[in-house]
């Protein structure tokens, strides 16, 4: 059982930054795919980026896109999401997901099969 485990969560003011990290136990498979999603309150779960772990592609949703960036450190099976130039909007649980294989149409899709326990970020306006 792959076990993810967030960091870096906290509280900034509008235009700052924070950098969230994301540990795996193990790999779910020799071609996995990793990812953010973010949870306001009353809101659904929705995406933020994800990364194919022997690829390297990345994706984003549009309104992070240019202010977020992930990336990998592969000996320690660890996800980074940094996030600059944060918004109020941007306040969220986030959440880190891995799965195994991910066709395109399922990468931004909130059902990966792994998932963390969330960590807060809450922007200051």
């Known amino acids: 059982q792959v076990q993810l485990v967030e960091s870096g969560g906290g509280l900034v003011q509008a235009g700052g930054s924070l950098r969230l990290s994301c540990a795996a136990s193990?790999?779910?498979?020799?071609?996995?795919?990793m990812g953010w999603f973010r949870q306001a309150p009353g809101k659904e779960r929705e995406f933020v980026a994800a990364l194919r772990w022997n690829g390297g592609q990345q994706y984003y949703r549009d309104s992070v896109q240019g202010r977020f960036a992930v990336s990998r450190e592969n000996a320690k099976i660890t996800l980074h999401l940094q996030m600059n130039d944060l918004k109020p909007e941007d306040t969220a649980t986030y959440y880190c997901a891995a799965d195994t294989r991910r066709i395109l149409s399922t990468i931004r899709s909130p059902t990966y099969g792994y998932w963390g326990q969330g960590t807060q970020v809450t922007v200051s306006s």
């Open positions: 193990e790999r779910p498979s020799t071609n996995f795919v």
